[in-house]
């Protein structure tokens, strides 16, 4: 048999498909054979991968013969309807979407935290929501260091999280005021230009979103806690691509500003930006295109005592999503 | 006598100092006379009153001759060094710089809270930052219901808080953007244009910000509570005008997110906006230009029994400075 994986990117033309064609590039993964695949609208059109053109093609049920590792990030509709194709046809799949990451048979991992999980997989391994994995980054090494016991989590989330047509509607808004015409929201409820949205995906009757009750249910799955206490405000702001959240967590044991930031130095993924004197802490601008989350503004709680606060930026379309998919097919071949 | 005040505003060609002279005809407040100083730099430059151009004056320590109420917003320097002049000149200074706000012998007002502790002056009142004021609206009405425990305050704070200076930062940058250029960071230690900077003020030893601090103080002083638990985190945000602030806040007794609702629509200078099935929520961008602040995404906690999320924007020239400013002389009237 020929070496490396026969790889089938669904979604290929989306924001993370797109970052999905690069980051296999740049991690060399062993890929022998390379599909793209995405709805009827892109079929035809070409999509890089290294210095290969590849032609996209239509998504169908018949498309996963001969794929080894599907990874999709075409949206949840599309993993539900697609997903057990690919595995009925013999590939495993990697699901950026929500369909099946609270399935309790289908692993949600984090690579970094819970890699031995994967293995009872049963065809379809599912990436956590882009908030979720950014979040819970610092959250393990400090559950480790002295077990959580309550998160207030409140995010600051960048456009590319609603994929490409995130990051026109910001682009092209921001582009309308500097030529001094009115601005029209496109895609966001609101404009996102100079404002804040308080609202990512659906209502539900208590006031929650959709992305708050991610954040609380996908935490727990990961981290094996299922009645941890979570807190999650998440709010949409004008940045283009990285995410941050500001944290505040409890644990059962105390755990010092200072042992807080050898367990984050310590831990894979993570970096340490916690610098105040030379104005260095995590931002947007400098998480972007990193792979590392970054975490900073260290700091013990002013009341609490066994709490911290800290603030972590990380890159939404890599380890947010892109990275941390092919982080999960890497754990298939090893 | 003639009737009306002999008003100064002092920090006149500020972005506070504008919209005080702004808000001072809006809400006819009783002006017999008025004065605008500033530093050297401005000297001899006019600013609008109504339809009136006021030749500003250079600030020195015989500028409060025949003045009543001396409303300064230049800095914590000038009012450290004019304030007390001021009132030996026979003014009445309502200081809406850091100078005072700590200092127990000057009482710390935001009128529908605490207007009571307005008639111990000695000379000088003192307006709180304007985190701490778009922050507190919703917590006394909440502290009133159900007695405050912990806070947990996320701001997400505009580049007017940083004057006009930081006004144009976030105005060029965004221009250099539009236009292709390299984006330089003007006045913030780091670029704001689509970005977050969790950083305002400075640092101090155990790893809060000033701003932060002043949050902690401040809240603490103006609802009698110095006690009070409160965690909380600062944020510059690319928003050119109101501040909105994430508030996790625990009871002693249970308050439901129906009875806080209650509360806060009873409370003058709070507006409820809270209908997500019609994606009404507060934001920047109708908070601003608005006298009241305004609460939603209402919310009991998901983990902690006697806790609500809840979420608030205001209009950090307006409710944050000059407003709460003007409403304090207001008070000196009755």
Redesign the interface.
């Known amino acids: 048999m020929a070496s490396g994986q026969r790889i089938a990117v669904v979604g290929a033309t989306g924001a993370v498909g797109q970052t999905t064609l690069r980051l296999l590039k740049e991690r060399n993964f062993p890929v022998r054979a390379l599909r793209a695949f995405a709805s009827a609208r892109s079929e035809g059109k070409t999509v890089k991968f290294g210095d290969d053109d590849i032609t996209v093609e239509r998504l169908g049920a018949d498309s996963f013969k001969d794929i080894d590792i599907a990874l999709f990030s075409a949206g949840s509709d599309q993993s539900r309807e697609f997903a057990r194709a690919a595995v009925k046809a013999g590939a495993v799949v990697v699901d950026k979407s929500s369909a099946f990451r609270m399935n309790p048979e289908v692993p949600l991992i984090v690579p970094e935290i819970n890699a031995a999980a994967a293995k009872a997989h049963r065809g379809i391994l599912a990436c956590p929501n882009c908030t979720t994995i950014v979040t819970v980054m610092p959250l393990k090494p400090l559950h480790d260091a002295g077990r959580l016991r ?1 998160v ?1 989590a ?1 995010s ?1 989330q960048a456009v590319s999280g609603a994929g490409v047509a995130g990051v026109a509607a ?1 682009r092209e808004e ?2 309308a ?3 001094g015409e009115k601005i029209e929201p496109r895609h966001f ?3 996102i230009a ?6 990512i995906d659906k ?1 539900g009757a ?3 979103t959709g992305e708050e009750m991610k954040l ?1 249910g996908e935490i727990r799955k990961i981290l094996g806690l299922p009645e ?6 998440t ?1 949409r ?4 691509t990285a995410h ?1 959240i ?1 944290i ?1 967590a409890e644990t059962e044991s105390k755990v010092t ?1 200072t042992a807080a930031r050898a367990a984050f130095e310590r831990f894979p993924g993570l970096r340490v930006v916690d610098d ?2 030379h ?1 260095r ?5 400098i998480a972007e295109g990193q792979d590392d989350c970054m975490v ?9 005592a066994n ?1 911290l ?1 800290f ?1 972590v ?1 990380g890159d939404q379309l890599r380890k947010g999503a892109a990275l941390n998919g092919i982080q999960i097919a890497e754990l298939l071949l090893s």
Chains 1, 2 share one sequence.
């Open positions: 309550r207030i409140t600051f910001l921001t582009l005021w500097a030529r409820p609101h404009q100079f404002n804040l949205i308080p609202h209502f208590d006031g929650y609380v941890l206490a979570i807190s999650p405000t709010v702001v004008p940045v283009f941050s500001a505040n500003a105040p004197a104005n802490y995590p931002m947007p601008l900073g503004r260290i700091r013990e709680d002013l009341g609490c709490a606060n603030w930026s």
